[in-house]
């Protein structure tokens, strides 16, 4: 493990037992990331993203799920912790900020005495400098009037005030990682902007990592500077986010490209699809995952399980053809699965 990585997440697989039996939601997920840095994590609903944040918080139910591999985290695996061990690392050394600010914010608490408690809970630190501290970083947000915000009630504050006290809470113990899942997708726009702008500050400011979990393609452009996308529980494709945007060498993140809608594209055309479903988690194939839905898969795909190679530096891809596609000698063979 280099010196500068923050997290080592090293072939993880995370098993969850059913009424139907046992499903692998993770599914032999590997990466890191360094300090400074943002890894953007993407993917369609379902393929893994927050249980993968789960698993590194170690949130998971234990009674229901089982884990495989290594969460290297401050020379610790996070896997063979126990829970008072774990419970000082969560919230002060690895923090994680959500979509819905409702409930993680307590309703009968004003934000202020949040804040100060989230601080208390990890160390000896005085109310007086803790409230202090609590000023600091959440002037450090950019939210106006920030002592009349302290006094208030989180019912007192717009989406987009609540999740800046979210962030301000998440970084009052100053984490070297920060999970940060889907906290934009119920913002409006301009709120939004103005929030990843400050979890890029933030990251700067605090030399700290943070893993971003989007949907949004659009976002990882703006924010990111790595990105693993994600299928069916495993890393398919894994690059700086420069060369992910210049040449995406998997079918999948191509799809998930072209599903983007930019300024030069007619608003009146359609966007691109990927088409068919995700397979289910108590039904995945045995080759490639994307096969079935994947306009360049062969035999071997729906055979053979791809490996995750290094195609360039920095740059890795989970597909048999992808320098056939890259390069142009592949052919579309199935037809079934021909974008619409
Ligand atoms: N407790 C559980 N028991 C069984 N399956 C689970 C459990 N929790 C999650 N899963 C399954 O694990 C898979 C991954 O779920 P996860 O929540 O990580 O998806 P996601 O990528 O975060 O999706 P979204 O974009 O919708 O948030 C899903 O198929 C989900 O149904
Ligand atoms: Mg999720």
Request: charged share 25%; glycine share 8%.
């Amino acid at each position: 493990m280099s010196a500068s990585h923050v997290i080592d997440v090293r072939n993880l697989r995370t098993h969850f037992h059913t009424e139907k039996g046992r499903v692998t939601a993770v599914d032999d997920v590997s990466f890191h990331v360094d300090r400074n840095e943002i890894l953007g994590v993407v993917g369609e609903s379902g393929c893994g993203k927050s249980v993968t944040s789960e698993a590194i918080m170690q949130l998971l139910n234990p009674d229901i799920t089982d884990f495989e591999g290594e969460i290297v985290f401050g020379g610790e695996n996070l896997l063979t912790l126990g829970e008072d061990r774990l419970s000082r690392i969560r919230g002060k050394d690895i923090s994680m900020i959500f979509q819905d600010t409702t409930s993680s914010l307590n309703p009968l608490y004003t934000v202020g005495d949040q804040i100060i408690e989230a601080l208390q809970a990890h160390g000896r630190v005085s109310r007086k400098a803790a409230a202090e501290a609590a000023l600091k970083v959440v002037s450090a947000t950019g939210i106006p009037s920030p002592e009349k915000r302290l006094k208030e009630y989180p019912h007192e504050l717009s989406g987009g005030m609540r999740q800046r006290i979210m962030i301000a809470m998440a970084l009052v113990c100053e984490p070297r990682l920060l999970i940060a899942d889907e906290p934009t997708t119920a913002l409006d726009v301009t709120t939004q902007a103005q929030i990843l702008d400050l979890i890029t500050q933030m990251k700067r400011d605090f030399d700290m990592g943070v893993i971003f979990i989007t949907h949004d393609m659009g976002v990882v452009a703006e924010i990111c500077d790595r990105v693993a996308v994600m299928y069916l529980g495993q890393v398919i494709e894994d690059s700086t986010v420069e060369s992910l945007f210049e040449a995406p060498l998997h079918p999948y993140t191509k799809g998930l490209m072209q599903a983007m809608p930019t300024i030069e594209s007619d608003p009146q055309a359609d966007l691109y699809t990927i088409k068919g479903k995700v397979p289910s988690l108590s039904d995945v194939p045995k080759g490639c995952r994307f096969a079935a839905r994947c306009p360049f898969s062969t035999e071997k795909c729906v055979a053979q399980p791809p490996t995750l190679d290094v195609a360039t530096k920095g740059h890795k891809v989970r597909c048999w053809h992808w320098q056939a596609i890259a390069d142009g000698s592949a052919c579309k063979v199935n037809a079934g699965a021909e974008v619409g």
